[in-house]
């Protein structure tokens, strides 16, 4: 899977009119920057798989929508590029064992 985040200034929203594939897109909504940034807004998911490798996720609560999974990794490094003295990750990956 290949994605292409993008980041740009619309103008304001209201002016536009979406027209995103009902197919993969269920809904569109925004949230603003100052309520992504507050500390109890942000979360992480953790999750193991079967043998054992676990890995955490961000995950952004407390809105009108629960921001999670691609969405939320993307919000995640979109903000740590944006705004690095306001936002720091939450989660960490810790370096992968080489095998034995």
């Known amino acids: ?18 027209n995103p594939n009902s197919d993969e897109v269920e809904e569109v909504f925004t ?8 500390e109890e807004n942000q979360g992480y998911t953790h999750f193991r798989t079967p043998s054992g490798y676990g890995y955490t996720l961000p995950v952004f609560l407390n ?15 979109t903000l740590e590029l944006l705004l690095p003295g306001r ?10 064992k080489a095998p034995a």
């Not at 949230?31 to 507050?38: D, E, G, T, V």
């Not at 929508?65 to 691609?70: A, D, N, T």
């Not at 936002?87 to 992968?96: A, D, E, G, I, L």
């Open 63 to 77: 809105g009108p929508h629960k921001v999670w999974g691609l969405t939320a990794i993307i919000t995640e490094l």
């Open 1 to 18: 899977m290949t994605v292409a985040p993008v980041v740009a200034n619309l103008g304001p929203l209201e002016a536009l009119t979406l």
């Open 87 to 96: 936002y720091r990750r939450k989660t960490h990956v810790p370096p992968q």
């Open 31 to 38: 949230l603003p920057l100052a309520h992504l940034l507050r």
